[in-house]
């Protein structure tokens, strides 16, 4: 069994921006100018937003590559041809629920791959 605190993602997922609206019919000046002034942050938040969440989806990719590795080497099969295969069928079964019901289903059908 791996240890799973291992492949904790260390960036956090940002928190969504919110779009910025002129919520009413008839706006006053000043909902203009508020308007106006959220626009011009969200767009300055906007490129932040993305650094952030490319960062997290690049440590979030790093994470499960490096899981898929100790996982083959923990299972003997790293030089296997359908390690691949096995643990694409076990990340489709499990991966919703965690890395622990990935490797159960992976422990499953190393089964059938190994000699």
């Known amino acids: 069994m791996l240890e799973y605190t291992k ?8 928190n969504r921006l919110e779009i910025p609206r002129l919520i009413c019919n008839t706006p006053t000046e000043a909902d203009i100018k508020e308007y106006l002034r959220d626009k011009e942050t969200f767009e300055k938040n906007k490129e932040e937003y993305a650094k952030n969440r490319a960062a997290h989806q690049e440590a979030e990719a790093e994470r499960i590559r490096q899981f898929k590795v100790d996982l083959f080497a923990a299972y003997g099969v790293t030089e296997h041809p359908k390690a691949e295969r096995t643990f ?3 990340w489709e079964l499990g991966h919703s629920a965690g890395l622990h019901e990935v490797e159960s289903f992976f422990a499953d059908l190393v089964t059938l791959i190994k000699d």
């Open 88 to 90: 694409s069928l076990a």
């Open 7 to 14: 492949y904790k993602n260390p960036h956090k997922y940002p």
